[in-house]
């Protein structure tokens, strides 16, 4: 059976060379027994004015898509 862990980390390299031709990257913290998910912003990513739309439109809504389990996510750059 797949992890909840690995679900994320295979949603996440689905949309990680997006953000590596940009500079940059994204790390999964933690997943919090009540399924919120925690990531940090890496790189050009950390600092890009358009991080929260990254984060929202990019990152959440991938995460959201393949692995439904998660309840929340919270970016710990904010």
């Known amino acids: 059976?797949?992890?909840?862990?690995?679900?994320v980390q295979q949603a996440l390299d689905s949309?990680?060379?997006?953000?590596?031709a940009d500079g940059g990257n994204v790390e999964v913290i933690e997943i919090t027994p009540d399924q919120t998910l925690?990531?940090?912003?890496?790189?050009a990513c950390k600092t890009c004015n358009m991080s929260h739309m990254t984060m929202k439109s990019g990152i959440e809504e991938t995460i959201?898509?393949?692995v439904p389990e998660i309840?929340?996510?919270?970016?710990?750059?904010?």
């Open 1 to 7: 059976m797949e992890t909840l862990y690995n679900k």
């Open 38 to 43: 925690k990531i940090e912003l890496k790189g």
């Open 64 to 66: 959201r898509r393949a």
């Open 71 to 78: 309840k929340q996510i919270v970016s710990v750059n904010n």
């Open 15 to 20: 949309i990680r060379p997006y953000l590596e």
